[in-house]
């Protein structure tokens, strides 16, 4: 790698979804991409409470920072403090929810921003790209209400990375299963590459 990489800060944030089982290996692919892409890759991951249920963070390596609700109220004692969700949202280049489970979704449609994640996905700035990546059963990936909020999201300008069908954890056959590791990596990547980040 040259000593000239190109910096680029990746937000990923995980919901209570089992597909938050993937987590170490959306980061393992992305800190091998950014040899092959001669870069820099700094990565930040907003967990739910929900979503801890599914990762141990001690398996992933140290170099990657790990957020929860509680970082958010411990920045902030009094006027001046900094916002957590705020400067989530000036420092990275992209957002990537992987997964988004249907209770967030649905909240997210809504407006609702009652955690982290959720705060910073409210007060992201449209100018740089939100992915998100859905992840549910396939029965209530098939509920007519899944898809207005797919629809919604995507109007208001976030970019959705498609569900697959697969059998699932549960047993069950169908869509619903989150995107590939590769796909959701190679959305990632091509934003990069596309990019006019200035060199470091």
Known sequence: MSCNKKKFNILLGCTGSVATIKLPVVIQTLIEKQF???????????????????????DITPDVTFLTDADEWNAWKQRGDPVLHIDLTKWADVF???????NSLAKMAQGLCDNLLLCTA???????????????????????I????????????????????????????GNGAMAEVDTIVSHIVEYFRSSNKDEI
């Not at 092959?36 to 963070?57: C, G, Q, R, S």
Request: with cysteine.
């Open 36 to 58: 092959t892409e001669d870069a820099k890759f700094e990565i930040k991951v907003i967990l739910t409470e929900n979503a801890k249920h599914f990762v141990d963070v001690r």
């Open 96 to 102: 990537v929810i992987a997964p988004l489970d249907a």
């Open 122 to 144: 409210r007060a992201w700035n449209f100018n740089k790209p939100i992915f998100f990546c859905p992840a549910m059963n396939t029965f209530m990936w098939e509920h007519p």
């Open 146 to 173: 899944t898809s207005e909020h797919v629809a919604k999201l995507v109007q208001w300008g976030y970019r959705e990375i498609p569900c697959i069908s697969k059998t699932l954890m549960c047993g069950d056959t």
